[in-house]
């Protein structure tokens, strides 16, 4: 009996342009409704191609066959404890019909060699505690994990306690 498998389609990365804001909206779709948090998503793809064409945002897109097959987005900032600027993911997705292809490492070795590599800056991110496939995936890629909380502090959840503070008037 013979056995036969398929070749891997080839991937094609490249920098996100404004003109490719559809897209990446379509996949930030995708992932919010993947992770269950659509409810909280407001970018739109107008405001999506005014941020690619900002040079600390960093998007790439894989393609394969001609399709979409995922994209990274990272922002280039400042570390102010390092004084060092560091690249900080926000999102690596992969599309479903793409997903155990080698897209997503594409991805992660595309931003660490074209973005990170060349000022030799550290790449960070958070991922959800509870996904153990992920944590796996990054440790392959030789990432260290550790426990950290993350906080936010909306304006609703800080509006009381900034009145609070302010003197009075009269």
């Known amino acids: ?30 992932i919010a409704a993947h992770e269950g948090q659509l409810q909280h998503l407001s970018v739109t793809a107008q405001r999506w191609e ?6 600390d945002v960093i998007v790439l897109i894989a393609w394969r066959g001609g399709a979409a097959a995922g994209y990274v987005s990272s922002i280039r900032r400042i570390h102010l404890w390092s004084d060092r600027d560091v690249l900080a993911l926000d999102d690596l997705y992969v599309r479903e ?3 155990d292809g080698g897209v997503g490492r594409a991805l992660m070795v595309a931003l660490a060699a074209r973005y990170a590599a060349p000022d030799q800056l ?14 796996r995936f990054y ?19 800080y509006a009381d306690v900034v009145a609070a503070a302010q003197p009075a008037r009269g």
Do not use: F, H, Y
């Open 1 to 30: 009996m013979t056995t036969t498998t398929e070749p891997i389609a080839a991937t094609d990365i490249r920098r996100a342009r404004p003109e490719d804001a559809a897209t990446i909206m379509e996949m930030v779709c995708e």
């Open 50 to 55: 005014q941020m690619l064409a900002r040079p």
């Open 97 to 99: 019909q793409a997903r």
């Open 122 to 135: 550290t790449v960070t991110w958070g991922v959800e505690s509870d996904n153990e496939a992920a944590q």
């Open 139 to 157: 440790r392959r890629l030789g990432a260290t994990l550790r426990d950290k909380v993350l906080a936010g502090w909306s304006p609703a959840a």
